[in-house]
């Protein structure tokens, strides 16, 4: 035999047994024991508990799921730029309505009926995203330092206005705590959530009214100077920027540094979200509160703005029909399985946007915040901003809290933005 | 018919050339010509990043780039930084690359130490820096009531640009002074010898002899520093963000921004082929001019 046909021969093997396996995994089309489908993760926190379930998950079903960890902003483009996407991802809200195009419609499934279309992402009235956790953006207290000043038990609805809440402050000031507020600088926490709330509580605090607000604000149709809910909003966070432990240098307050602040007690409030569950590492007398702002129809005195932040999405694009029928079992699955629901609430401290879910989280922070979210105290949040919102807006209120610009330039220039985004 | 002499020994040759250049050529093909070649395709469509369609839209966004205030913002801000920055690495890597050649005591301990920064990666330098600026430095400030230090330097424009090419100087001058003392080193002895017979004193023996036999190490240096001034993104990154409220936004951020963050990757496209093009003149210009000053032993 020649060279070359040897050659031949050996090519011929190496391509033979690249393709054999793909063809043996296209016949079982019944059994899903075997398939392999892999995770994005973007909450790092929870990666380590992920695995121990894929592992629970795979001893039930013969479904293997590997979990990845990325944040990196692109990360998904890099994926389906390279025709290899995960077939689950965990994405941000706005992210899905990008990648609507390669997302499976997840309508048909049967966690709809029980949480799924109301706190599921829907586009064109079908839905692309599993809420896999609530959050919530409030203003967290430690009720431990409140408490040790004021010698009463904290009660936070005493304070839900800002006369009551600022009469607060100065007692607490008077008490020995020199600044109780934290204020972060970061521009998500300050355009996301800070400002953030401007787009949430209004009138009712339902969706349509907050849509409509962004609506005429990208219609140029609002006029903020004379907006009672938006100066409401501006009031409180100039009453932040008073009583904030960063006054002397707002710009150069780390969230790490807030967090070592709220958690020792020598703040007694942080403005952010349900997220920063580590503020109860050394109490668990802590808790989040609606912002304590005068708006017109005091919808923010008894609810939390909330809503599903980190979705999952399942890949149509590229995965195989096997690949994507075990990701909707392991969906369900996380939803009505005994394991998936303790994993949820009480192995993460998540929020579950699932009613058939009866577990009680254990964290502080997200019980308090579970306590609004089964009461159905929850405004509605808005996420759909531009993509350049963090950094445009973000930029505009470090501005704002350094004392560089007043309120009616802050106005113009938001109004500015919104304006360019119709 | 056979082949001519002319065209085997042609032949012979290439294969030679592929043998010897044909891996690096690959590679080089592979990851800068042709993401070159596609970069400037996107730069005609209005891709998103993400989707599977993209539509030509023809020169579009060159003409929405050259309307791009901010983008130009970006672009003079990173020349000012790159030109402070160049001057100031260049200036003193030179003079630490004379002061351990000079042969004084542990000079392999302070080459060594002026190198180490550029061992550290850009984005965990930025980070520790922060904590410095943000935190030690104000903490000092405080105690010893000096008034510049008692404010974070990131927390204002001007202090937070002067951060960024302090960091920068820092790591770049021990790395461009081993490059000047290797030149240093390849001065012939033999001419300095000659100089001193003919009656040059040290500083005439510098100015003579020393710097312009040093030129092809300036333009190295130069070059180095010119182009990873007119990129930086990682130190940027980690060290402000762009923060205060956006003004110390360098190109290379606003460009990744422009195509990841604000998903407008055509425009961003266009706006990186522009910095490319502004960086390649400006350091092909410098080597033009540096060249001609260059001379043999």
């Known amino acids: 035999m020649s060279k070359k046909a040897i050659a031949l021969l050996m090519a011929g093997c190496m391509v033979g047994s690249m393709v054999a396996p793909a063809g043996t995994v296209m016949a079982q089309e019944s059994d899903l024991s075997g398939t392999k489908i892999t995770f994005l993760n973007t909450k790092t926190e929870i990666q380590d508990y992920l695995e121990d379930m894929g592992a629970a998950f795979k001893e039930e079903t013969g479904i293997e799921v590997e979990f990845y960890t990325n944040t990196e902003e692109n990360h998904i483009t890099e994926k389906y730029a390279a025709g290899e996407p995960y077939t689950i991802m965990m994405m941000d809200y706005p992210d899905v309505a990008d990648y609507q195009e390669y997302l499976y419609d997840l309508s048909g499934e049967k966690w709809i009926g029980d949480g799924g279309s109301q706190y599921g992402l829907t586009l064109d009235g079908k839905v692309y995203g599993f809420p896999f956790v609530i959050e919530a953006m409030g203003l967290i207290y430690n009720a431990d330092a409140i408490e040790k000043i004021t010698g009463e038990t904290f009660n936070w609805e005493d304070y839900s206005n800002l006369e009551a809440f600022k009469g607060l402050l100065d007692k607490l000031v008077e008490g020995g705590m020199e600044s109780p507020v934290a204020l972060n600088q970061d521009d998500w926490s300050l355009a996301s959530h800070v400002f953030g709330q401007a787009y949430c509580a209004r009138e009712d605090g339902s969706e349509e009214a907050s849509l409509a607000f962004v609506d005429g604000l990208k219609k140029g149709e609002e006029d903020l100077a004379n907006d009672e809910d938006f100066n409401a909003l501006m009031d409180l966070i100039d009453v932040y920027m008073e009583y904030n432990i960063n006054k002397d240098d707002p710009l150069s307050a780390t969230y790490d540094m807030n967090d070592e602040y709220l958690k020792e007690g020598t703040v007694a409030f942080w403005p952010n979200g349900s997220w920063a569950t580590d503020v109860s590492e050394l109490t668990d007398n802590v808790g989040i509160m609606p912002y304590p702002m005068d708006t017109k129809d005091e919808v923010n005195a008894h609810n939390l703005v909330s809503g599903a932040t980190k979705m999952l999405a399942v890949d149509a694009a590229y995965s195989s029909e096997d690949e994507q029928k075990a990701a909707l079992e392991f969906l369900n699955w996380l939803v009505y399985s005994d394991y998936g629901q303790k994993f949820m609430v009480n192995t993460c401290s998540l929020i579950t946007a699932f009613s058939n879910n009866t577990q009680e989280p254990e964290a502080a922070l997200s019980a308090s915040v579970a306590s609004f979210v089964k009461n159905g105290s929850s405004v509605y949040w808005y996420q759909a901003m531009p993509s350049d919102h963090n950094t445009v807006v973000g930029a505009i209120l470090q501005k704002y809290i350094s004392g560089d610009m007043d309120r009616d330039e802050l106005i113009s220039e938001v109004s500015d933005y919104w304006k360019n985004h119709e | ?297």
Not at chain 2, 9 to 35: E, R
């Open chain 2, 1 to 297: 018919m056979s082949i001519s002499k002319k065209s085997r020994t042609k032949i012979k040759n290439t294969g030679t050339f592929l043998v010897f250049a044909g891996p690096s050529l690959f590679f080089f093909v592979m990851t800068i010509l042709v993401p070159l070649v596609y970069g400037v395709y996107l730069t005609f469509t209005d891709w998103n990043g993400i989707s599977r369609e993209k539509n030509i839209v023809g020169l579009e966004n060159y003409i929405k780039a050259f309307g791009d205030v901010k983008f130009w913002q970006s672009l003079l801000l990173t020349i000012i930084f790159t030109g402070i920055a160049v001057l100031l690495v260049n200036y003193i890597a030179f003079h630490l690359a004379r002061l351990v050649t000079k042969g004084v005591r542990f000079q392999n301990f302070y080459r060594a130490s002026f190198f180490t920064p550029n061992l550290i990666g850009g984005v965990v330098l930025g980070y520790i820096w922060q904590f410095i600026f943000g935190r030690v430095l104000v903490a000092f400030g405080k105690s010893l009531d000096i008034g510049f230090l008692s404010k974070s330097w990131l927390s204002d424009t001007k202090l937070a640009m002067a951060a960024l090419i302090l960091v920068t100087v820092w790591q770049y001058s021990g790395y461009m002074m081993l490059i000047y003392i290797a030149g240093l080193m390849n001065v012939p002895k033999e001419l300095l010898e000659a100089g001193k017979i003919d009656g040059c004193d040290e500083k005439a023996c510098r100015k003579y002899i020393v710097m312009p036999m040093m030129i092809s190490s300036f333009i190295i240096c130069i070059f180095l520093t010119i182009t990873r001034c007119f990129m930086t993104y990682d130190l940027n990154f980690s060290l402000t963000e762009g923060n205060p409220f956006g003004s110390t936004v360098m190109a290379s951020m606003y460009v990744y921004r422009k195509a990841f963050s604000e998903k407008n990757y055509g425009l961003g496209q266009t706006e990186a082929i522009l910095l490319f093009v502004v960086c390649a003149f400006v350091s092909l210009m410098q080597i033009y001019f540096t060249k001609k000053k260059e001379v043999q032993a």
